[in-house]
Every structure is written in structure tokens, then in C-alpha cells.
Nanobody, 124 residues
Framework: QVQLVESGGGLVQAGGSLRLSCAAS????????MGWFRQAPGKEREFVAA????????YYADSVKGRFTISRDNAKNTVYLQMNSLKPEDTAVYVC?????????????????WGQGTQVTVSS
């Protein structure tokens, strides 16, 4: 089992940037595909970005493509989400997730492990 802990959230003005981190426990971090999701109040949890085990492939939701970048450092058991040009609509709790699949995963129901989330608030 993998335990995930997010950090790096906070309050930022529109147009600003934040870098989220997700630290994972375990010795097999590199075997997991990792993803970022977010959930705003009153909304369903939605996919944001995902990255393959080696970091060779990434996928982004249309709403964040071109602004967000997902990356990972398997030596540090950490996945990152660099968020640039933030908009108020990006405000949400951001949660990282892990899945044992070799393939890239983008569905909420496809991930086995979840962190507790970190709040990102973007002011106008």
C-alpha cells in the first residue's frame, strides 16, 4: 500500500504560480502511475494531470493544458504539479493519486491510492 501526502498549496493571486508536491511512501514508487485531481466545493472530483511510471508520458485535462506541468522524481518518491497562470476557477482541493497500472490513468475510479489533498485558492 502507498501513502501519499500533498503539500505546497496556498493562496495565490490570479496569474500567479504554485508548485504542489506529493510525497509517497514505499519502495516501489516507480511502479505506480501518478495523477493529480482536484475538487472544488459543490463539484465532482476531476482529473487534472497524470504521468507514467518513468515520467516519459503525461496527460492533461483541457482546462489546465499549457498552464500546468506534472513531473516526478522517483529517487525522491515525489510527484509534482507546477501550476502557472492560475485562474480563480483553479481553486480547489488538489489530491494526488497512485495506481499500479503500467498504463496512464485518468479516471477517478481507476486509482487505488489517494492523498488527503492540499488547498489551492486563487484570488481574482
Amino acid at each position: 500500500q502507498v501513502q501519499l501526502v500533498e503539500s505546497g498549496g496556498g493562496l495565490v493571486q490570479a496569474g500567479g504560480s504554485l508548485r504542489l508536491s506529493c510525497a509517497a511512501s514505499g519502495r516501489t514508487f516507480s511502479t505506480y502511475v501518478m495523477g493529480w485531481f482536484r475538487q472544488a466545493p459543490g463539484k465532482e472530483r476531476e482529473f487534472v494531470a497524470a504521468i507514467t511510471r518513468s515520467g516519459g508520458s503525461t496527460y492533461y485535462a483541457d482546462s489546465v493544458k499549457g498552464r500546468f506541468t506534472i513531473s516526478r522524481d522517483n529517487a525522491k518518491n515525489t510527484v509534482y504539479l507546477q501550476m502557472n497562470s492560475l485562474k480563480p476557477e483553479d481553486t480547489a482541493v488538489y489530491v494526488c493519486a497512485a495506481d499500479v497500472s503500467v498504463l496512464l490513468r485518468i479516471g477517478v475510479n481507476e486509482y487505488d491510492y489517494w492523498g488527503q489533498g492540499t488547498q489551492v485558492t486563487v484570488s481574482s
